[in-house]
């Protein structure tokens, strides 16, 4: 056999507030069903996500996930981001729903993750393996991508960058960003208390 699709089929608490939170990333319903079980069907491009509605449902104890491969995780990172400033005049970055930044992480693979209001763990991935880390730093911000982004470790992404920012120099390459990642994950660990 060949040419076989897989979709996944995850769950959320309300079938409309995820797909009104998909739309917002420029997806578009493609079905919808309410009884006897709830059920929508999302699509942005070759991107095909299933929802079913459970009552009770805790997002916080979701333990859905998908990986969607792509040729670039940067034009589909600012479409998700553009949509979600313009419903909420920001990018959400803690909290449920939220998205992070892509980042190379340390398994060499460039990507981000979108949190649905279900608290599902949708990761864009690059299809290309990345180079190897050369210097302290990068390494370390890879190590706390992983951790924060992969994981979603915030407290111990912040441990990795606090203790690699201590000891780079701040003409280092990458000194920058890693110091603004270090920002957000404060920011991510105060958005979750």
Avoid at 98 to 122: A, C, E
Avoid at 138 to 154: L, S, T, Y
Wanted: net charge negative; glycine share 8%.
């Amino acid at each position: 056999m060949a040419n076989e699709l897989t979709i996944p089929l995850l769950p959320c608490p309300d079938i409309d507030e995820i797909a009104s939170f998909y739309e917002m990333l420029g997806f578009s319903v493609t079905y919808r069903q309410t009884r006897p079980n709830p059920h929508v069907a999302l699509q942005r491009e070759d991107i095909n996500l299933h929802f079913f509605g459970m009552d009770g449902f805790d997002p916080e104890q979701s333990y859905g996930t998908c990986l969607v491969i792509v040729q670039d995780t940067g034009p589909l990172y600012e479409a998700f981001a553009a949509g979600m400033r313009a419903a909420h005049g920001k990018v959400l970055i803690s909290g449920i729903p939220r998205m992070t930044r892509p980042r190379l992480r340390n398994d060499r693979y460039t990507g981000f993750s979108v949190v649905d209001p279900g608290g599902n763990w949708i990761r864009i991935n690059k299809a290309t393996v990345e180079p190897e880390a050369t210097t302290r730093l990068a390494k370390a911000v890879e190590n706390a991508a992983r951790q924060a982004d992969a994981r979603g470790d915030e407290r111990q992404a912040l441990k990795i960058l606090e203790g690699a920012l201590k000891r780079a120099d701040a003409s280092e390459p990458g000194f920058e960003e890693a110091q603004a990642f270090r920002d957000e994950l404060v920011e991510r660990i105060k958005g979750s208390v």
